[in-house]
């Protein structure tokens, strides 16, 4: 059986490349059917890095069963039957108090991040749309006009999982790539405008890997845009206090935060507008649907961990 690969091997900048997922398939995993057949679950290690590709997979399902109304997400459900995976344990912590909330934070930066693609396609309606360190997220399908192009991009082995739960669609391609290596960008058709997003992402590259990475997007895609979510250093701690423990990972931390949004002006000569909205009530204000400890957390995270969503407008 392959190495697994330690979480650290995936977000330390040195050595990303040799990230490895290994998915285990036995003839015991064949249980799910498709018009009579018996398909195969994926099967998912406990206290690995496999988990983190379900978790806010997993979230999202919480907040479509949960709250209906406002999260629905019948992709999210599917692909989590699909799964190899006892949710019992999971299921108990996310789905009231605290975890609940931490559903849904997942669920409402999708919609945030959706918002902002919907925008910049009503002007750019042939776009490419492009998903930074995609794991198992099915935005771009949310946001598809029709005409647009999407591309996933994530570690290889990411992506080969992806192909096999989440097949590329008309006008849309899984691309395997190390965000650190520039030869993704020149798969990316930017002629008629590109929007990019990451949820989740950039909090676990160091900042400086952040800062060039930004800067030689902002170059290379002119006239585009980069959304993203972020939080302040109280708020980077906090993660790794809760979010990765909980999902039983120790070996990595949070490094990339903002104290303010105006601190990304001056990276980049190329982009021509820095802005940010409230991550919990910017786009779609749900204070008044959510139990009282959970508007109390809203309040928390507006006020002391400044849970933004960030929008980047690149000089054309």
Known sequence: M?????????????????????????????????????????????????????????????CSERFPDLFKDDEAERICNMLDYDFAEKGNRMEAGVGLFGAIEVAQRQYDIACEVKEYLNNHPNAAVINLGCGLDDTFRKCDNGICLGFNIDMPDVTDIRNEILPAGEREKNLGYNLNDDRWMDEIPSDNGAVFYATGVFYYFRTETVRTLFSKMAKHFPGAILVFDACNGRGAKMMTKTWLKEAGISDVQAYFSLEDVTELDSWSDNFAKVSSKSYMRGYRDIYNDVSLQHKLMINFCDKYVNMIIVRIEFKG
């Open 2 to 62: 392959p190495t697994k690969a330690k979480l650290s091997d995936l977000f330390y900048d040195n050595n990303i490349k040799n990230f490895e997922i290994s998915f285990r398939i036995s003839a015991a995993d064949f249980v799910m059917f498709r018009d009579g057949v018996e398909m195969g679950k994926y099967h998912i290690e406990k206290n690995t890095v496999q988990e983190t590709l379900i978790i806010p997979l997993y979230g999202r399902k919480v």
